[in-house]
C-alpha cells in the first residue's frame, strides 16, 4: 500500500489495490484508504492523552479538544501549540496557564483514546458526564436551510469523497451556509477540529448551527453545548442521554437528518417549518 497526501510527514490517506468482488465478478481494483495514526497531547511537557486520529488540522484538534474538554476556558489560554512528527506518531505540544495545568492533575494522564472514544482523559463518573451550562437563545433555522446545508457539507467532505471512511463536522452560517468542514476518522475528533478553527477565528457560536455526519451521542451534545452552540443536527440517532443533556441545557438537538427529513427531540423552537396554508 502506497502513502500519499501527506502533512507533516503522515498521510490521511493511503492507496493500494484490493481484490473487488461483485457477485461472481472479481477484479483488482485500486482503492483509497483513510488513515489514523497515534497523537499524543502534551500539556506544559506533561503527555495528556492519547488519540487515534487523522493527521489533518492537528492544531484545530488541540484547541477544539482543550475547550471542550474544559482544560482551558478561552481560545486565548493556549498560550502556544506545536506538532512534532515522530516515528511512530505525532506529538502536540501545547502551553497552557499554570493555573489551568494544575487542574488537569487526577484527570487520567497518559489513557488511550479509541477513535471512537468521548471519555478520554476521565477517571470519575462525575468527570466522564459532565452536564453542560445553559445555552443562549441562538437563530432559528429553517428546514430548507438545514436540509441545502447537508447536501453542501456532502461535497465538501474531501477526505470522505475519497475513502468513505471518516466523519465530518460542519458550521452553518446563516448568509454565508457551509464555512468550515472537518474530517476525521473519529466523530469527536472532527468536532474538536471544527470548534478548534472557529475558535481561531472568534466565531459567535450563537450565530449558527452545527451539522455533523454521525449519530448524536451525548458526548457529541456535551461538547457542542460547552461552548455555546445552539442547535445540533446529526445524520444518524441520538442516544437518550443526548437528549437528556440537550433538554438539560436547552439545545436543540436534531436527529436523522437526510434529504428532506428529520426528527427533532429538544427545544424544537429553533427550527422552522413551512406551515400548510389554510383551506
Same mark, same amino acid.
Given at each position: ?6 502533512e ?11 481484490d473487488?468482488?461483485?457477485g ?9 484508504v ?5 497523537v499524543?497531547?502534551?500539556y ?14 492537528l492544531?484545530d ?18 498560550q ?25 492533575h487526577?484527570?487520567?494522564k ?5 477513535t ?7 477517571s470519575?463518573?462525575?468527570? $466522564? /458526564?459532565?452536564h !453542560? ?5 441562538? @437563530? #432559528?433555522?429553517s428546514?430548507g %436551510?438545514?436540509?441545502? =446545508? *447537508? +447536501? ?12 468513505g ?9 446563516p448568509?454565508r ?33 452545527l ?8 458526548e ?13 443536527? $446529526? /445524520?444518524?440517532? !441520538?442516544?437518550?442521554?443526548?437528549i437528556? @443533556? #440537550?433538554?438539560e441545557?436547552? %439545545?436543540?438537538?436534531? =436527529? *436523522? +437528518?437526510?434529504?428532506e427529513?428529520?426528527?427533532?427531540y429538544t ?13
Amino acid at each position: 500500500m502506497d502513502a500519499v497526501s501527506s502533512e507533516l510527514g503522515w498521510t490521511s490517506y493511503r492507496t493500494g489495490t484490493f481484490d473487488s468482488w461483485r457477485g461472481p465478478v472479481h477484479t483488482a481494483k485500486e482503492d483509497y484508504v483513510a488513515e489514523e495514526v497515534p497523537v499524543v497531547l502534551v500539556y506544559n511537557t506533561n503527555p495528556h492523552v492519547v488519540m487515534l486520529t487523522t493527521p489533518l488540522n492537528l492544531e484545530d484538534f488541540a484547541l477544539g479538544f482543550s475547550l471542550t474538554e474544559e482544560i482551558i476556558g478561552h481560545s486565548t489560554e493556549l498560550q502556544s501549540v506545536r506538532v512534532v512528527q515522530r516515528s511512530k506518531g505525532v506529538e502536540v505540544r501545547m502551553t497552557i496557564p499554570e493555573a489551568r495545568f494544575e487542574k488537569l492533575h487526577g484527570k487520567g494522564k497518559n489513557m488511550t483514546g479509541r477513535t471512537g472514544c468521548g471519555l478520554c482523559g476521565a477517571s470519575t463518573l462525575e468527570q $466522564a /458526564i459532565r452536564h !453542560p451550562r445553559g445555552v443562549g437563545q441562538g @437563530l #432559528a433555522l429553517s428546514a430548507g %436551510l438545514l436540509s441545502s =446545508g *447537508f +447536501a453542501d457539507m456532502a461535497q465538501k467532505q474531501s477526505l470522505n469523497l475519497l475513502t468513505g471512511a471518516v466523519h465530518a463536522a460542519a458550521w452553518l452560517h446563516p448568509e454565508r451556509g457551509i464555512v468550515a468542514v472537518r474530517e476525521d476518522v473519529g466523530r469527536h475528533n472532527a468536532l474538536d477540529k471544527l470548534i478548534g478553527s472557529l475558535a481561531k477565528a472568534n466565531c459567535d457560536f450563537e450565530n449558527g448551527w452545527l451539522l455533523v455526519t454521525s449519530r448524536a451521542s451525548y458526548e457529541m451534545v456535551q461538547k457542542a453545548a460547552s461552548v455555546g452552540i445552539t442547535l445540533l443536527a $446529526a /445524520i444518524s440517532a !441520538p442516544t437518550a442521554l443526548a437528549i437528556q @443533556l #440537550a433538554e438539560e441545557c436547552g %439545545l436543540t438537538l436534531v =436527529g *436523522f +437528518a437526510r434529504h428532506e427529513n428529520h426528527m427533532i427531540y429538544t427545544h424544537p423552537h429553533r427550527l422552522q417549518h413551512y406551515q400548510e396554508s389554510a383551506a
